[in-house]
């Protein structure tokens, strides 16, 4: 089933929240009210079923042409640590574990000046090659409009030539906060908040599904968190290609932003009201790597579904000083959904259950 056919949970114009409603929400409700809530819609839409993935990251190059100001992630070419992965490095880390019955690829990187067009098109190539059933889910709307400028190529190009070469979805990345304001002080190179919307309504359009993401507890406010969910809900009205909303907890480590980063009841908190803003977008995930395992577990009852999935290895919060594991097996994250108080439900990239061999 193509993944833009599934149901939407919410209806344009149906009740839903407006944006005055959702500032007095957060502003008189306690946790409690708010995690409550939250959690009546994610058990209407799924029970006690949480979604995760046998996944595998990989990051194929660190350097980047851009310098945003909350990553830890990004190097210089000249900078010591920086890399690259040649085709036969990325062709070796997929093989390493092709005795795993791994789900989904999920490939970023930094924005490298260096690599060529076809370097892309060979990497997602060699991928599908190696996995054909597993979903690949790759490149930010960042890097398709780094390469797009690049080539001179409409995005519609960039992301037809990456489907026909093995691309299933996009992942969320970039989006960061989308803000005009906030984007000038975090990272004013980057494509704008308008343009990082437009590229993934031209994915839908292409049937190519994608994720979508906020990179909250830095400087921005509870409105602009609030502006930036609005503008995913508005996009999701038209066109239904988004599978999941991720809030990215800033990782404060290593970066020149220099802020503290949310705790873990703003993160919750920030859980809450995404599930209950975002009533067309089906899935919301507790991103464990970047939240921690026990903020996560929690995510699971202020309206988290999605517990993301085994990942090894997660490079990019790590750089920036996540202090949690880099990857876990299939039996650790059931356990932590089962001690949560859920019954995992394993899925594949599009969020289609997927039996165990
Ligand atoms: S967030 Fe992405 S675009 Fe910005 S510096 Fe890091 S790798 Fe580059």
């Not at 880390?93 to 990187?109: K, W």
Request: include cysteine; hydrophobic fraction near 40%.
């Amino acid at each position: 089933m193509n993944s833009l056919d599934q149901p939407k949970i919410g209806q344009p114009g149906n009740e839903r929240i407006n944006r005055v409603q959702a500032m007095e929400l957060i502003k008189k409700s306690t946790i409690h009210d708010l995690g409550q809530m939250a959690n009546n819609i994610r058990t209407s839409l799924y029970n006690n079923q949480t979604f995760f993935v046998y996944n595998q990251h990989l990051n194929f190059t660190n350097v980047c042409a851009n310098a945003c100001r909350f990553c830890a992630f990004s190097k210089r070419p000249e900078q010591e640590g920086a890399y690259t992965l040649s085709i036969d490095q990325i062709r070796e880390a997929v093989i390493s574990r092709l005795d795993e019955p791994v789900d989904e690829i999920h490939i970023v990187g930094g924005l490298n000046p260096e690599l060529e067009y076809d370097y892309y098109l060979e990497l997602l190539e060699t991928v599908r090659g190696l996995r054909p059933r597993a979903g690949i889910k790759a490149f930010t709307a960042v890097e398709i409009a780094f390469l797009s400028d690049k080539y001179g190529f409409s995005h519609e190009r960039v992301l037809s030539d990456f489907a026909r070469a093995g691309l299933d979805a996009l992942p969320g990345g970039g989006a960061e906060v989308f803000s005009p304001l906030l984007r000038q002080k975090l990272c004013p190179e980057k494509i704008s908040g308008k343009r990082w919307l437009e590229i993934h309504q031209t994915a839908h359009i292409l049937s190519i599904p994608t994720n979508c993401t906020l990179l909250f507890g830095h400087i921005e406010t509870w409105e602009d968190r609030v502006e930036h969910l609005l503008a995913l809900r508005e996009l999701q009205d038209k066109t239904g290609g988004f599978l999941c909303f991720i809030p990215l907890p800033y990782q404060p480590g290593n970066n020149e932003l220099g802020v503290r980063g949310p705790d873990g009841l703003d993160f919750v908190r920030m859980l809450a009201m995404s599930r209950i803003i975002l009533d067309n977008i089906p899935h919301i995930k507790a991103y464990w790597a970047f939240s921690g395992i026990k903020a996560a577990q929690m995510g699971l009852w202020y309206g988290a579904d999605d517990f993301d999935g085994t990942i090894v290895e997660e490079k990019i919060g790590h750089a920036a000083g996540a202090d949690t594991p880099t990857g876990l097996t299939i039996s650790q994250l059931e356990d932590y959904i089962r001690s949560a108080g859920f019954e995992p439900i394993r899925r594949n990239s599009l969020f289609q259950p997927v039996q165990p061999l």
